[in-house]
């Protein structure tokens, strides 16, 4: 999550002032961060669908008071975590698309009419990102809390 924080604005300064980044220009740096934007966020996903299969599996074989509990506290993590990163890697996805998909490939051109919403979709982006990193810190916690209160948790 860091990683992505430092391509994210590492891209981002490379896009308002037009530098280089180790020799790659704004296209190449920012095709290799949109990739592993993707890709860290997926793994954070499949995180936690994995554990909550998991935990799913321990409840049910533990028939414990506090399965039905536990397993409402998981169900609500995924009904937190889930939606946030879906919007980040839309809005992440959605600039890279209209950027180089639009502004990129109209450079040539005197007058870009719609070129005044990268910016403030850059900020979008950018702060909404940062706040998901707060979600998934805070939804990693609880999942650790129920790891740890889980019956018999030996076997996870």
């Known amino acids: 999550m860091a990683i992505n924080l430092f391509n994210f604005t590492v891209c981002s300064i490379m896009g ?3 530098t280089s980044f180790f020799g790659a220009n704004h296209a190449q740096f920012s095709l290799f ?3 592993v934007f993707v890709m860290t966020e997926t793994i ?3 995180f936690f669908i994995a554990t ?3 935990i799913k599996s ?3 074989e533990s028939e414990s008071p506090l399965s ?3 397993w409402n506290k998981i169900k609500q993590i995924k009904n937190i975590i889930f939606p946030q990163t879906m919007l980040t890697i839309t809005l992440v996805g959605t600039l890279y698309v209209y950027y180089f998909g639009y502004i990129a490939s109209n450079a040539n051109k005197a007058e870009i009419a719609y070129s005044w919403i990268s910016l403030p979709l850059l900020a979008i982006s950018y702060f909404h990102h940062i706040w ?3 979600v998934k ?3 990693f916690k609880m999942q650790i809390e129920v790891v740890d209160s889980l019956p018999n948790n030996s076997g996870l």
Request: cysteine-free; overall charge positive; proline content about 0%.
């Open 132 to 134: 998901t990193l707060k």
């Open 52 to 54: 909550g299969k998991s």
């Open 68 to 70: 039905n509990e536990l």
């Open 33 to 35: 961060a949109v990739l």
């Open 137 to 139: 810190n805070s939804s």
């Open 16 to 18: 308002i002032y037009g």
């Open 44 to 46: 954070v996903m499949y």
């Open 58 to 60: 321990i409840l049910v």
